[in-house]
């Protein structure tokens, strides 16, 4: 069994930062890409940042130079640093990753960025 929970989203102003914490069960984690995911009312869910297992990561035009993924292979956890968060941001955020972790969606946690 694999489960996410991520945690950490919150009500922020324009310019604000935020950080999101996943936390991933599985003795596999330490092997798996792992990922951020977004999703707005009403748009798909769109791809955020990854990071391998040996932490080379990827993020997708609309956050680079903002956000950055990371990772603990002890802890096993993922964490989404948000800065300079706009009103585009807003949405739930979701971790995911490779299997097995492909079909451990969690809750999310809402990122809300409003004045």
């Known amino acids: 069994q694999v489960q996410l929970v991520e945690s950490g989203g919150g009500l922020v102003q324009p310019g604000g930062s935020l950080t999101l914490s996943c936390s991933a069960s599985g003795a596999s984690f330490r092997l798996a890409t792992m990922g951020w995911y977004r999703q707005a009312p009403g748009k798909r869910r769109d791809l955020v940042a990854t990071i391998t297992r040996g932490a080379v990561t990827n993020y997708a035009d609309f956050v680079k130079g903002r956000f950055t993924i990371s990772r603990d292979n002890v802890k096993n956890m993922v964490y989404l640093q948000m800065n300079s968060l706009q009103p585009e941001d807003t949405a739930v955020y979701y971790c995911?990753?490779?299997?097995?972790?492909?079909?451990?969606w969690g809750q999310g946690t809402q990122v809300t960025v409003s004045s």
């Open positions: 995911n990753g490779a299997p097995p972790y492909n079909g451990a």
